[in-house]
Structures are given as C-alpha cells and as structure tokens.
C-alpha cells in the first residue's frame, strides 16, 4: 500500500513538471499558478512528502524540493499585494507551510516573511469584529477558518509569534461560530454554499428529466463545523465550545497534533451550555432569535447586511429568513451549483424567504466570471439598514428596511418578532402613492393551502409546519417549482400600501392542539390575536392611541403574551412594550 501511494506521488509530481516544461497547462485566469490552486496542490504535496520522507530516494527528495521552490516563488510572486477573497489566502497558507518547513533554503525566509504580514492583513480585513467572514458566506467562512486553524498550530510548532489581532479575532471565529449555530449543530446555508454530488459528479435533475454532470465534483471537502468547534475546544480549553462539537476528537484534525492522548485531554474539558441564546453579529449583519439551544428549539436568522467590499458570493436575499424549528429547517436557503444552469435563479430572492414589489427582485446585472467556471455575481444589491434590535427573555423584536424600489417611491420595513418560545411574527410594510402588487415568498414544500384562511401548511413528521396571514381578506396563493425547490407566494394586487401581517408557527404535530390567528382593525389602533395552546398573545400596532381591557398606550407597538404559568412585564423607553399577563 505504501509503496503505490509512493509511486503514485512521484508520478503526479513528474507528471506536472513534465506537462509544465512542455507547455501543455493551462495559462491565463485559471493558470497552473492561480493561487487557490497552487496553495491546495502544494500543502497536499507537502503532506505526502513528510508521510514517505524516510522511503523517498535522494532523487526524488530533489524533485520535490525543487517544486516546492518553484511553487514558493510563483505564489509570492502573485501574493505581494492584499487582494480580498479566499483565493489568495489558500495561497498565502500554502506558501507560509512550504516557507516554515524549509527555512534552510534562504529566499524561503524572506518569503515567510510576506507570507505572515499577509495572512494577517487578510484576518484583519476579512473577518469582522464579531468573528464572522466578510463575505458573509458559511460555506467560506468555514474554509477560511481552516486555513487559519492550520497558520495557527503550524506557527505554534516552529515559535512564530503571528500577534495580538491574529489571536484575537482567530478566537472571536469560534465565538461567531457558536452564535450562528442552528440547534442540529449545523451552520445555517448564507449566501453561496455549493452542492456537492456524492454520485462521481453525476446528478439528475428532476426539473430537465435527464442526468448531468456537477462541475463541482472536484470541490473541496469542508469539514462540519462541529469538528472545529473540537479543534477550538482542545485549543482554548473551552468547554462551551463542546457543546456542539464532536462527540470524539475528528480523526480529520489528528495529524495536526503530536499528542497521543489527544482523545482523552478532549474529553477531559467537559462540556458546558452557554450561556446567550438570542443574539446579533451587528458588524457582520446576522440577527439570531432562538427559544434555546436544544435539538428541538426555536430558531431563526435575519439576513441584514452587505458584503460591500466583496460582495461576490452575496444573494439576493436581504431581509430574508430562515427558520429551524423542532429539528427540521422548515424555511430554507438552498445551496447552489456553480455552472449549472439554476445558478442564477438560486442566488436571487424568488428563491428565498423575502417579500418583494411587483416581482422585482433584490438582485440585478449578472457578471459572469472570467474563468468561466460557471460563477458569477451580482452587480448591484439591495442596501440595508437595520432600523432596530431588542432581545428578553420574553420575545425578540427586529426592524430593518431596503432601499431596493426607491426609484419607483416604494417604501419598505420588515419587522420581525418571536414570541418566545412558540411563534413568530413577521410584517412587512410597503407604502407608496402609486398602486402595485406586493408579495411575500416562502420556501419548502407545503402539504396544504387553505385559500379561505390565506394559510399554507407543511407537514414532515412528527412536526407541523403552519404560515397564516392575520388579513382575512381575498389574497392571492401560488405555489411553484423550479429546478427540484418549491416554495409559495402569497400576492396582495392592487395596492398603494400594504402591511403582510404573517405569523409563522412550528410545533409538534402531538402538541399542535390548538392554534388560531385573528384580526381586528379599529380606528385608533389594529390587533393581531394568535392563539397556540396554553399561550395567547397579542400584536398591537398603534395608529393614534391604543386602549382596551389590557392596555393604554401611547406607543407605536404593543407585545403582550398571556400564560397559565407566567406573569411577567417589560417596558421599554422606545416605541415598543412587552407585558405578559397572567
């Protein structure tokens, strides 16, 4: 077995010298040299050379300390200046392993040097203060968080100090991590994450009723974020990290360390829950609401922000949702296929848990990548500003708008509020002079329309999943396929203004005994009633003055949540309150 992985690596290894003296490699932007590739190949290379150093013979040892010059020099020479994306920093971490691990060659040593000044120009820039990665992606900020993982134990093996703000924010990415975990243990899909065929790239795609083959099958392997959670545990001795991790220390991780107990000292830290549940990475624009951090709780993700610097990966999806709630993601973001024709379509908001002005999407002027692998971005993007955030407790509340239909004096606010632990409402607000059709989309595959409730169901046993509108009004319902997702349209025509009051409850088909939404429009004030067993709760939205049996009030917005087991208040000096009435 050894030997014809032996073979195998020196015969890659003389097969791409060979190619390259004879020119027959690829040149240009996606050239032998682009550094995301030369980074992966020479780490890779690097490991196979340290796994059979001791069965190697003097001529190969050459051989590859040969290429591993000539990768040094071709990646520094493209790595000089900081260029945003984790193309370049896949190249940096290549180039800092092949430049520690040979000091002894001398222009190695300079070459360590910008290396090191710019892997830390990239943790500066790229990730944010809360820990999170600028381009706003999971799928990226995992790859960046391993690259990083890698300059960390390499630079602590061989006494490189890498400073304060590399360790700094190397910690605060653990930290982002555990805010944004969804309660399976798994981090949400934000912006692009590609989809990844197991069938050697085969797939068959029910929409096109015909096999094709997934340009993505040389894509590389993320590992869960629950094996980084075990490497930042074992790092930083934190037991909250254990939390989510896994169960054994990922065998993936092993070689990294020189610690033959390294199973038993992970154990040992123990696991603790941590302690926040409800909770916002303002710098990256990610608003979390959950009910807890078990299997089976609550929770949700408001996309809120911008990847201004590079906004290549970023969807068309501001303001959109998705919703975990008793195991299951119910409201989804869908992973994409670069290069597949539904690429376009995915990155853009008819795909997403949004609400749109007359099918106008959040998302305009597709570029198409030089490479022409198959990616591409979008041009111009909704800007968002996030209007409000307030956590208890007892609920949650999120306000933020988008500046997408300004130019047609279009006006737009999505509020968000959980009442905790059961509910959700989310109301989006249009107003304009002029009449428009106005719709919100909900994503998934839904058992049931109920036309005379403006209702839609979806059942995945044991859970019930139900999306009812507080306007009983006539309301259009649509439900769509395309490329193998469904999702549902609920289309108010004719409106100059419009509010989509629509509560979103998740339970257990078992325990679900009991749910009801009603609406009453006053002079002064309107009031959304939704009723979920043993809680009833209440939505006052404040025209002049509101004032009935439970409440006087002057302010805008009005919570009050009514238990058999609970009699609790909370005020606030803004526009909104919160009481719960036994």
Known sequence: GSEMCIRDSISMVKDFVSDL????????????????????????????????????????????LKVFLLHAANLCDTCRKFHWGNHQLHGLEGLFEITTMFPELTPMRDWNRVA????????????????????????????????????????????????????????????AAMKVIMPNGKLPVLQDEQEIDVNDGIYF????????????????????????????????????YRYYSDNVFPMEFYWYFNDVALNERYLDIGVKEPKYTSVALKSSGYYVMRSGLKS?????????????????????????????????????????????????????????????????????GWISNK????????????????????????????????????SISVKYIREIIFFKPKCWVIIDR????????YVQIWQGEYNKIDYDYNKIVMIKSPIKFTIQQADPSKMFI????????????????????????????????????????????YKDYDLTTITVNEYTFHLYRRKNYVKDDFVETDAKLVLISVSYTHLRAHETSLHLVCRLLL
């Open 371 to 406: 490479a022409r692998t198959g990616f591409g971005k979008w041009s111009r993007l909704a800007d968002v500003d996030v209007i409000d955030w307030i956590t208890t407790d007892n609920y949650d509340y999120f306000a933020g708008t988008y500046h997408a239909y300004d």
């Open 21 to 64: 003296e004879s020119g027959n490699v690829e040149t240009g932007a996606n050239s032998i040299f682009e550094r995301f590739y030369a980074g992966i190949r020479i780490r890779n290379w690097l490991f196979s050379y340290y796994v059979f150093s001791d069965l190697l013979s003097p001529e190969d040892h050459i051989l590859f």
């Open 116 to 175: 090191i000044d710019l892997i830390i120009e990239h943790i500066k820039r790229e990730i944010k203060e809360d820990g999170f990665h600028h381009e706003r992606a999971s799928h990226y900020y995992r790859k960046d968080l391993k690259n990083y993982i890698r300059v960390y134990l390499l630079a602590k093996r061989n006494d490189i100090n890498m400073g304060d703000l590399f360790y700094k924010k190397f910690r605060n990415m653990f930290e």
């Open 205 to 240: 795609d029910k929409n096109r009723k015909a096999y094709f083959m997934d340009n993505n099958i040389a894509e590389l392997h993320d590992p869960p974020i629950s094996s980084m959670l075990a490497v930042g545990a074992y790092i930083f001795k934190d037991s909250t």
């Open 296 to 364: 089976t709780d609550n929770y949700m993700i408001i996309d809120a922000g911008l990847a201004k610097d590079k906004p290549d990966h970023t969807h068309g999806g501001q303001l959109g949702v998705i919703l975990f709630g008793k195991g299951l993601t119910l409201l989804p973001n869908y992973k994409v296929k670069y290069g597949d024709p539904s690429f376009k379509s995915m990155k853009n908001s008819f795909f997403k848990n949004v609400a749109l002005c007359d099918y106008i999407p959040l998302a305009d």
């Open 478 to 521: 649509h439900q769509y396929e395309d490329f193998g997702k469904e999702y549902v349209i609920f289309e108010k025509k004719g409106k100059c203004s419009y509010d989509f009051i629509t509560v979103l409850y998740p339970e257990l088909i078992a325990v679900d005994k009991d749910f009801g939404v009603k609406y009453f429009e």
């Open 430 to 437: 249009f107003k304009s002079n002029d009449f428009h059709n």
